[in-house]
């Protein structure tokens, strides 16, 4: 005889299975009027957004790889968020980072040309919020968090095109 399993087991889905209200996935595609290395050059100095993305409040390098980035959007709330570098590939024009401190997961641009002088920069992220506050908030403000989440990527996309409209010195 095999092994006996209670009515209740039989019915307990597999956690490791189950959507969880504090997870996030988000994707946004920035099309940008410069040539994709040009692009991929600014995107690599995540230590340089809080000169033309206004929500990232301050960055710094704190190791060769590794970051910590201070992010508020339009709720009052300031994320802090470590970053570790996974992957940094200029020809393949792809970054992607592990992410930590108020939300954990990973975020990745690839960047890609579009036409013959643009480019398409896909941001990619998934994280599960981590500050006790979010974790309250992520089920019935969900919809505010990704309204918060559109305004801040919207507004990055013009603040770098800002600066790439600018001499190349600029950036």
């Known amino acids: 005889m095999g092994p006996r399993r209670t009515a209740r087991a039989d019915r307990t889905p597999d956690p490791r299975r189950l959507p969880s209200v504090h997870r996030f996935r988000f994707r946004t595609a920035w099309d940008l009027d410069a040539p994709p290395d040009r692009v991929y050059a600014v995107l690599a100095r995540a230590e340089d957004y809080p ?15 590794t970051g910590t ?23 393949g024009g792809i970054l992607e980072a592990a992410l930590g401190g108020d939300m954990e997961g990973w975020a990745r641009w690839t960047v ?12 990619e992220q998934e994280v599960e919020v981590r500050r006790p506050l979010l974790r309250r908030l992520s089920g ?8 918060n989440h ?13 600066l790439l409209a600018g001499p190349p010195e600029a950036v």
């Open 51 to 65: 000169r033309w993305w206004p929500q990232v409040r301050r960055a710094e390098r704190t190791g060769g790889h």
């Open 69 to 91: 980035a201070y992010i508020r959007s339009a709720l009052p709330y300031t994320l802090r968020v470590t970053t570790a570098e996974l992957v940094s590939d200029p020809r």
């Open 112 to 123: 890609r040309p579009r036409g013959t002088t643009g480019t398409r920069a896909l941001y």
């Open 140 to 147: 019935p403000a969900r919809p505010l968090l990704h309204l």
């Open 150 to 162: 559109a305004l801040m990527m919207r507004a990055g996309r013009r603040g770098l095109a800002r």
